[in-house]
T-cell receptor, first 110, second 114 residues
Framework: DAKTTQPPSMDCAEGRAANLPCNHS???????VYWYRQIHSQGPQYIIH???NNETNEMASLIITEDRKSSTLILPHATLRDTAVYYCIVRVSNDYKLSFGAGTTVTVRA | DAGITQSPRHKVTETGTPVTLRCHQT?????MYWYRQDPGHGLRLIHYSYGVKDTDKGEVSDGYSVSRSKTEDFLLTLESATSSQTSVYFC?????????????FGSGTQLSVL
């Protein structure tokens, strides 16, 4: 699997958009980009995923660069409840082994 | 939550004793996983299952065994617990399609080995 690089931490203001970067420069053509988050003491929660097109759902938007070497997760209007660790993962469909790195600790401040 | 129950939620045990953690799902998903989470290491895959009686090792499988005799239950066993196995253990299940695999996680089991 391609490895990912994320900043260890970032702050954002409540009500503003939070843009979380992820670098996956060794991603291959059949690897998807997934984002999960983990709120303190809870199990991780799926947010969004994509292959090469930008994606949006009720939680967030995922922007993938044209060369697919990086992506950005956008939380359009961050709230205090969005404070969590965010994980960016790349994986091949049908690959059973999915592992999480250290992620980005996002703190939303009032 | 996606119908996943982990038990127990908390356990304290002594070094050398056997421990079994249970993951129960009501979603009838084929794939189940056990992860451990430790400070500085994120989540690491211990074992996974792709069907009844079909299991395989993850990246940190030493000292752990698993069993899956029914679709709904995936058991993780520490045959002889060690202090290095003190951790938070998460079970996950997945639904799959040709282009999508979302993992759904349980609430975790906090295990302390003294």
């Amino acid at each position: 699997d391609a490895k990912t690089t994320q900043p260890p931490s970032m702050d954002c203001a409540e009500g503003r958009a939070a843009n979380l970067p992820c670098n996956h420069s060794t991603i291959s053509g059949n690897e998807y980009v997934y984002w999960y988050r983990q709120i303190h003491s809870q199990g991780p929660q799926y947010i969004i995923h994509g292959l090469k097109n930008n994606e949006t759902n009720e939680m967030a938007s995922l922007i993938i660069t044209e060369d697919r070497k990086s992506s950005t997760l956008i939380l359009p209007h961050a709230t205090l409840r969005d404070t969590a660790v965010y994980y960016c993962i790349v994986r091949v469909s049908n690959d059973y082994k999915l592992s999480f790195g250290a992620g980005t600790t996002v703190t939303v401040r009032a | 939550d996606a119908g996943i129950t982990q038990s127990p939620r908390h356990k304290v045990t002594e070094t050398g004793t056997p421990v079994t953690l249970r993951c129960h799902q009501t979603e009838n998903h084929r794939y189940m996983y056990w992860y451990r989470q430790d400070p500085g290491h994120g989540l690491r895959l211990i074992h996974y299952s792709y069907g009844v009686k079909d299991t395989d090792k993850g990246e940190v499988s030493d000292g752990y065994s698993v069993s899956r005799s029914k679709t709904e239950d995936f058991l993780l066993t520490l045959e002889s617990a060690t202090s290095s196995q003190t951790s938070v253990y998460f079970c996950a299940i997945s639904e799959r399609s040709a282009t999508n695999e979302k993992l759904f996680f349980g609430s975790g089991t906090q295990l302390s080995v003294l």
